[in-house]
């Protein structure tokens, strides 16, 4: 029996709570070679029924380790199981083909769902004691999917939604390891683990073009007890966006907790984020130690009215960034701006601004009633031993006017930009907040914004 144990560092809260975010997986000795089942690993003929027998066969005599030669390897999905590895030697690839027709849910695969009908290239539900580790890596052909969303975006002037598989999805499971593999252009999003707990993503890459849609590289959602470490980012969307998309009834304080992001490097993206959904709540998440390059955000909550819960107990620890252009934004409002122009202008012409791809309504936007569970609610966060170089605006805090952002600290920050940071409906502690703005405007405060200065 081999055990491979992943333990992450100890997670404590601001509250001074401790949890600890770990996957702990351990296999047979079995070994079952897909080549054996029939794999040509040619990237011609579809190899995905020898993997799958692969993969039952090793499940039914008691799990064990489905190893992947060398080789390029056409597979349709795949549906991983209970003890279960799914090993990739170095130089070896799965490369997802790109027909509609195999990603869609059927009543066989209904556990699978993903979003809307369909399914992952590689699909995990309802499991425990699963990895994926090794030196390959995993392709999903993405460039015909942006194209078409591209098409729709065009058509509905809009964003053009993320009505695509994802590459590789896990589901109501435990004890998962993600390690060592490349995951390479997504339809969408690349890994995404909803309603699991105990999961560790390690030394990974997560690559796509800087203009592919919506290719977040993790999505832990509505998950708990994960560490995320030593990974490398350069994608088109989120490196990490941490989401509660529902309340849990045996978590009511948090449907997610005790996230660990560390150690981790990234380029192009839009930063290390929780949100945008957060109904279910959010507490307890470290974000250390990480660095980021070139990326359009740098860390960030974002979750906007009707989509919002309490988020609360964030820590951003020694976090490094160069050329990153926002390297901070903490806002409960996020609504993309859309592809209509003159809809934009006319918005704009009644005051607020455009930043990324979101468009923020003016100061004057009026209050409305308070609804736990739809309302943003942010609070007990704090931010200490950051350093950012060439950015062009610090950041944004902007809370609204019937909840405002609570508890932002800032401790040891050092931002040097073209615009300093804006704050409107939230109560900052500035003191240990230093921005050199080359407009000479550091912190400009807006309705409801209570700055502590040193």
Partial sequence: MKTISCVAATLVACLGSEASAQARVSFPDRICDVRTYGAKGTRVFL?????????DDCAAKGGGTVNVPRGEYLIAPIFLRSNIRLHLAPWSEL???????????????QAYVTNADWIALINI???????????????GQGASWWDRWREQARAAKSGGGTNRPRLVHAAR??????DGIGLYNSPSFHLVVKDSENVTVSNMRFVA?????????????????????GNFFDVGDDVVAIKSLKPNPARPGAAVENIV???????????ICIGSETIGGVRNVIVEDNELTGAMYGIRIKTPRGRGGLVQDIVFRNNRMTDVETPMVFSAYY???GYDETAVANRLAQGGFVLGHQIYPPETDPVQPYKPGSTPWIRNVRVEGLTA???DRAGIVVGLPERGIEGLTFRDVRIKSRRGLLVRHARVDARGLRIDASDRRPLVRERGGEVTRP
């Fill in 335 to 337: 609504e993309g701006a």
């Fill in 173 to 178: 499971s435990r004890n998962l390891l993600f």
């Fill in 209 to 229: 073009l800087a203009h592919s849609p919506n290719t977040d590289a993790i999505d832990p959602i509505d998950t708990r007890n994960m560490l995320i470490t």
């Fill in 47 to 55: 190899d995905t029924d020898a993997f799958q027998r692969a993969i």
């Fill in 95 to 109: 490369v997802g083909i790109t027909d509609t027709g195999p990603y869609k849910v059927t009543r066989a695969t």
């Fill in 261 to 271: 992001i560390r150690g981790n490097k990234g380029l192009a993206g839009r930063g």
């Fill in 125 to 139: 539900a309802d499991a425990d004691n699963v990895a994926i580790t090794g030196k390959g890596r995993i392709d």
């Fill in 389 to 391: 170089t060439g950015a």
